[in-house]
């Protein structure tokens, strides 16, 4: 679906300065249906790698292929955004319209597509969100939660094969983020859509099929979730934290306990423990 | 610094077809000295509150005294109150403008009318509590990180003194290596200066960390007001409300469903460590005495 081969990005931080590498060499395959977190400290480079999966920006060095379409190839301009749409992270930025479906109905109508298909797409994509009741009502007056819902329903009536979210969830509270990630948890499950989700939130990661780590510009880990977050004070060293639970574990863990360090869930956590008092 | 509230109100468009009642009867003291953190789902009112304290909105009806001073009051000094009450506003980093940082973080002091030597000395001891390198003070505020950019926006309420802080989320949208930080610097602040601190905040993990006292704000009032432990014991409450508690909490809540008992004020990694270690220890002891 996405793939990036040793792609550099290089920008000038100062006039004075030398370039600086925001991706340096970085590899990484992103299989059609896969849902694949990207976590990492401010300034590592994940979100510019999330803007090379739709061309909004291009390699300085290697290439960035979408459903094998160079994001280089001029002549691929249009299909690279219908096959990869964004999300990003203020809902209030994206939304353009003052009636909720018109602003769903954005994207269709300027990929020319027929308006019976337009209602067609908009229904569905609001439905797919859980606005459908809400289609008519003002934008600006809905919650955080429910103007990110929007702005991904304008995303999906785009009929695009992969959606790259940009820590969608960090303006929102927590309700907002449940029907967030849920929304998204429901694309990747029945809607079989390739996910890419940037995010500072471990719990959010923990639900993904692939968890990839950057730090610096380059890919440090890049592992099932399991695999990724039983390495505590490796991810603490990069400034990122692991779920309280999983922290909890490892704590008794050095304390002479032997749990298991793969632990992600309440649930899983609770088994345990419920193990050794019984 | 005290602050006192009693029956708040506030309509927003008032008589439109868009009236809200965003606080209804609101009535609050918060001690000099205290840390309290706010928290509510968006709407819930509570920056709609926190915006009272300084003046920047006016009470439908109520009064709010801070200090000795009575805020609500006609032709109470505006002025003071906002020297006395610093308020840093969600993602303050927008609000920078200066051509350095010196000037940026000067401009409160400036217009407080203090000398040069004032002004040099308030900005270095607010970079100093941000953490901030003096070496930056004459570099352009835009060529720094968010998180640093975030920091000179602090300073730049520090720098007056103020005798109350009022923060509206201030960690959101950095890592977790940047909230820490700046949960810790505002700690530590506010262990130094002996402030009175607000600070509002969706995590309930950095309220936790933080604060010691919490309120609830939901629908426009305040429907829970108390120490961390009592607050997150009322996981469904919270729940109900949009809000989350800290996982901490919630496997806690779920051992104690499977029989086992353990203390439901607990809410942190190192007390829930301590008292795993403890039942164990005990459970351990038991199993010796009776082979």
């Known amino acids: 679906m996405i793939k990036a081969e040793h792609l550099r990005y290089a920008y000038n931080a100062a006039e004075t300065e030398e370039l600086k590498f925001a991706l340096d060499d970085v590899d990484l395959t992103v299989s059609e249906g896969e849902f694949v977190a990207v976590l990492g400290h401010n300034g590592c480079g994940k979100s510019t790698l999330a803007k090379h999966f739709n061309g909004l920006l291009l390699p300085s060095g290697g290439k960035v292929y979408v459903s094998g379409m160079d994001t280089k190839d001029d002549a691929y301009y249009w299909d690279i955004r219908k096959t990869v749409g964004m999300v990003f992270q203020n809902p209030d930025n994206q939304l353009v319209a003052t009636v909720v479906e018109e602003d769903v109905a954005f994207a269709p109508e300027n990929l020319g597509v027929p308006s019976d298909e337009i209602r067609k797409r908009v229904d569905e994509a609001l439905k797919t969100v859980d606005m459908y009741e809400m289609r008519r009502h003002a934008p600006h007056l809905l919650s955080g939660g429910q103007k990110q819902r929007v702005a991904i329903a304008g995303v999906i009536a785009m009929e695009p094969k992969c959606i790259v979210f940009d820590e969608p969830t960090a303006m929102l509270d927590p309700k907002g983020r449940r029907e967030v990630i849920d929304t998204i948890l429901k694309l990747k499950n029945e809607k079989h859509m390739t996910v890419v989700l940037i995010t500072h939130y471990m719990e959010e990661a923990v639900k993904a099929d692939r968890v990839v780590v950057m730090d610096k510009g380059k890919i440090v880990i890049d592992d099932v979730p399991k695999k990724v977050f039983s390495q505590v004070r490796l991810l603490k060293s990069l400034g990122l934290d692991v779920p309280q639970v999983t922290e909890l574990c490892y704590l008794l863990n050095k304390a002479g306990l032997s749990l298991p360090n793969d632990i992600l869930t309440v649930q899983e956590c609770a088994d345990e423990l419920e193990k050794l008092f019984k | ?291």
Not at chain 2, 82 to 105: A, M, N, S, W
Not at chain 2, 152 to 158: C, H, K, N, Q, Y
Not at chain 2, 264 to 275: C, D, G, L, V
């Open chain 2, 1 to 291: 610094m005290a602050i006192e509230i009693q029956g708040l109100n506030y309509v927003y468009m008032e008589g439109s077809p868009f009236e809200k009642h965003a606080l209804k009867d609101v009535n609050l003291t918060i001690g000099d000295g205290e840390f309290v953190g706010i928290i509510g789902h968006t709407g819930s009112g509570k920056s709609t509150l926190i915006q009272h304290l300084n003046g920047l909105l006016q009470p439908s009806s109520g009064t709010i005294k801070i200090g000795d001073m009575v805020i609500t009051e006609k032709g109470a000094d505006m002025k003071k109150l906002r020297q006395k009450v610093g308020l840093v506003f969600q993602y303050p980093e927008h609000q920078l403008f200066e051509e350095t940082i010196y000037k940026d973080i000067s401009y409160g002091p400036k217009n407080m009318g203090l000398s040069q030597d004032e002004i040099d000395e308030r900005v270095r001891e607010a970079m100093n509590y941000v953490g901030l390198s003096e070496k930056y003070m004459n570099r352009s505020p835009f060529e720094l990180s968010g998180g640093q950019k975030r920091r000179v926006a602090i300073a730049g309420v520090l720098a007056m003194r103020p005798d109350v802080l009022i923060l509206d989320e201030p960690a959101a949208g950095l890592d977790p290596a940047g909230r820490e930080e700046i949960l810790t610097q505002i700690r530590a602040l506010y262990l130094e200066r002996k402030m009175t601190v607000l600070f509002v905040s969706h995590s309930m993990e950095d309220v936790a960390r933080a604060a010691g006292r919490i309120i609830v704000m939901n629908q426009g009032s305040v429907a829970l007001d108390g120490k961390p432990a009592e607050i997150f014991s009322q996981a469904e409450a919270l729940r109900s409300m949009g809000l989350d508690v800290p996982q901490i909490t919630r496997l806690i809540d779920e051992l104690r469903r499977r029989g086992i008992s353990l203390d439901s004020s607990i809410y942190t990694i190192e007390k829930a460590k301590a008292t795993i270690q403890m039942m164990l220890a005990n459970k351990m002891n038991r199993e010796g005495k009776e082979c």
